[in-house]
């Protein structure tokens, strides 16, 4: 009778442990799905930060040089009004998500590929004629001036999206 007792005894101790360690197995493999959740969530919302800059920055950037170009064409003042109007407001629209990817991305390329790209858009202001500044003979010069910028924030544009496209294949 003892060596029955004792016997029922270990299986269910036995019983016992193994429905421990098969919770605490459950618990840890549960936990893990989370966190693999959690871990794509962010890598979604990166991806969508990164890819709201570039989109915003573009949108910004084609606004200036349209602007650059109707004044250098002598287009009416209203347009030009028009034009200037709607850079302000693509400049506006870059803050969201550039705030967006600086609390995201933590990568120091990443963010000097950003400020990189966002300094060298927003230089086009600088090379963006005012309305009946530039003299007649002075158009080519103040054509190639925009154009150059152009050039360089397009550039930026591209660099950007490398550094965070290498960025986002290794987190």
Do not use: N
Request: glycine share 4%; proline share 2%.
């Amino acid at each position: 009778m003892v060596v029955t007792l004792v016997t029922a005894a270990i299986a269910v101790a036995g019983t016992l442990l193994g429905s421990l360690v098969a919770g605490r197995s459950q618990e840890r493999a549960a936990e893990r799905a989370i966190r693999a959740a959690q871990d794509q969530e962010l890598r979604r919302e990166r991806l969508e930060a990164v890819r709201s800059v570039a989109e915003s920055i573009t949108t910004h950037r084609i606004a200036m040089w349209d602007r650059g170009e109707a004044v250098l064409d002598d287009a009416p003042a209203d347009r030009v009004q028009e034009l200037r109007d709607a850079s302000h407001k693509t400049r506006r629209a870059v803050t969201s998500p550039l705030t967006a990817l600086r609390v995201l991305v933590e990568d120091e390329s990443v963010r000097a590929a950003a400020d990189r790209m966002v300094t060298l858009t927003y230089a086009l202001r600088d090379a963006c004629p005012v309305v009946g500044s530039v003299a007649a003979e002075d158009r080519e010069a103040a054509k190639t001036a925009l154009t150059a910028a152009r050039a360089a924030a397009v550039t930026a544009h591209d660099e950007f999206v490398d550094v965070a496209g290498r960025y986002l294949r290794t987190v």
